[in-house]
């Protein structure tokens, strides 16, 4: 789901081109040796066969080409404006940032399809769940959500068997296995008041993209596969250290965590991700290990944010300080006014 994946984009580009090429030279040696020597029957089948090489060429680089394609078309007004009223970390981005995180937004909504479940699905409500897939993974420019297929939209909570009506609808979110395998379930209230209600450290899109992001690898384990080697025992160490604290009451972090280390990831991440300035202080270590898996600082990120809003530009020399010039007037009566 990245910008244009370039380095993807290349090497799938490249391998078509060898396919087709093996293909062409294939098919050309049973041309040149068919056992007739009439060379428009010849000639028709060396023509064939450059179809049949450009449509498979075609077919191998569509994925790409066709969002080359979508990044032409100007991304929607409407999109942004959700962007901006709802989601605080398209706001703390930079402007070349922000370009990329609607490329992204774009790319995901093109290719993933979500259905409302006895609701209606608006923009709104895809923006939020496209929000909440590239988030995690927006440090990698390479990802792709190749465990995902399909999001479904229900109207609230429901059950751990999918029942929306009855007792036991205590779910917000969950990413399907068995024969849901590939799908993943939000609850239509749960998705929007993540992003809407600010600093809670909970998140239920961000919490279940972080989930695919721990099963990429084919089982769920809590260990990500961004996740350096040499980190992985530091990474154990942390979350066995954190849930013994937060079984004991002595952690903020949402006792659910405490669930195991499957659930600790996801919910550890809706703190990084939505109170990143509070958990830098009282979690260094926690914190410091998700940078490291999602490559993102997310406290300098807010931190240039505001500085942007304060219209910061560094330090910058009083008006009534000397001036520099060595006039020895005030700097506001001698250089501050030319």
């Not at 396919?19 to 050309?28: K, W």
Request: net charge positive.
């Amino acid at each position: 789901m990245p910008q244009t994946a370039p380095e993807k984009a290349k090497l799938v580009t490249r391998l078509a081109y060898a396919v087709s090429g093996i293909l062409f030279f294939a098919g050309l040696f049973l041309i040149s040796n068919a056992h007739t020597s009439a060379l428009w029957i010849k000639g028709m089948g060396l023509v064939i066969l450059l179809g049949i090489c450009w449509l498979l060429f075609r077919y191998l680089t569509q994925k790409y080409r066709r969002r080359n394609e979508l990044l032409r078309y100007p991304f929607p007004s409407e999109w942004r404006t959700i962007l901006t009223n709802d989601v605080t970390f398209y706001r703390q981005l930079e402007p070349e940032e922000r370009t990329r995180f609607e490329h992204n937004i774009h790319i995901f909504l093109d290719e993933k399809r979500i259905t409302g479940i006895k609701t209606e699905v608006d923009d709104r409500v895809k923006v939020l769940v496209a929000a909440s897939a590239v988030i995690p993974i927006f440090g990698f420019k390479e990802w792709e959500y190749n465990n995902l297929g399909e999001v479904l939209i229900y109207p609230g909570n429901f059950s751990k068997d999918f029942e929306q009506t009855g007792t036991g609808r205590t779910v917000l979110g969950m990413v399907g296995d068995g024969p849901m395998n590939r799908i993943m379930i939000l609850s239509k209230p749960a998705l929007i008041s993540g992003f809407t209600i600010e600093k809670d450290g909970k998140n239920v899109g961000i919490h279940e993209f972080v989930h695919l992001l721990d099963s990429s690898d084919g089982e769920f384990d809590g260990i990500p596969t961004l996740l350096k080697r040499k980190y992985i025992m530091p990474w154990l160490g942390i979350i066995h250290k954190e849930i013994k604290k937060i079984k004991k009451g002595k952690s903020s972090i949402n006792p659910y965590g405490a669930t195991n280390r499957v659930e600790f990831f996801a919910v550890a991440s809706e703190y990084f991700f939505e109170r990143p300035k509070e958990m830098q202080r009282r979690y260094p270590d926690l914190y410091e290990m998700l940078t490291q898996i999602f490559q993102q600082d997310m406290q300098s990120r807010i931190t240039t944010a505001l500085r942007d809003m304060m219209h910061f530009t560094g330090k910058r020399v009083g008006r009534n300080a000397p001036c520099p010039c060595g006039s020895g007037k005030k700097y506001k009566k001698c250089c501050l006014i030319q």
